[in-house]
């Protein structure tokens, strides 16, 4: 019974992260957003962004709490999104199915309902074949040194939505910032979290600059996510 109820809350918990990051998105959490955002088209690999962050935060979740059923459930979420190496010899992927399973099975305590759970997962996952999400995100890993910034320009495309994510390790904040190319701020997340993410749309195409932040004492890994 006690494998089955940390099972069912990490199913419970998705369900309400995925909830609340809609209704973020819907209410413009992630403000400014530019106010032609409602008439632009939000390719499948900004989705696919959006639920990687839901995944993440699925895990944050797991992890604090020490539930394997969370972090099953962030697995599940995370495989049905496909990603596309944006180096040619980057660094490999830290938020991955497996690496969430690997967590999820330290979790376990031995128990075998969690590690059957965890070996059928394992199974069946063999790489996305066909998605909703299209390509997938294209992701790069960085490590980014304490209290530093890292910054990187990107085209964005007009009258489309272009989202970015930065997932950290968990061993320090980050937050994130995006600029127009007049430097005006457009969206900034600083919620205090390791994994900001800001969404932004314009009429027109033009250069963004992409600042991400380490906020802690120590250096960290972080992955950043965009369509």
Known sequence: MATYDKLRRGVLLAGAVIAALSMATAAGSEAPVDPVAAGTVISPEALGVAQM??????????????????????????????????????????????????????????????????????????????????QGPIFMVRQIRARETWGFDVEARGGEVLRVAAIGDGDTNIDMSVRDADGAVVCRDGFGDHYPVCTVARARAGKMRIDIVNRGGIWTKVQVLSN
Do not use: C, N, Y
């Open 53 to 134: 962050v839901t995944a993440a935060e699925v895990a944050a979740w797991g992890r604090a709490h020490r539930d394997p059923g969370a972090l099953i459930m962030a697995a599940r979420i995370l495989g049905e999104v496909p990603m596309r190496s944006g180096e040619p010899a980057g660094e490999a992927a830290i938020l991955t199915p497996d690496t969430l399973l690997d967590e999820a099975e330290a979790f376990a305590d031995g128990g075998q309902g969690v590690l059957d759970a965890i070996a059928r997962l394992r199974e069946t996952k063999r790489g996305v074949r066909s998605s909703p999400f299209g």
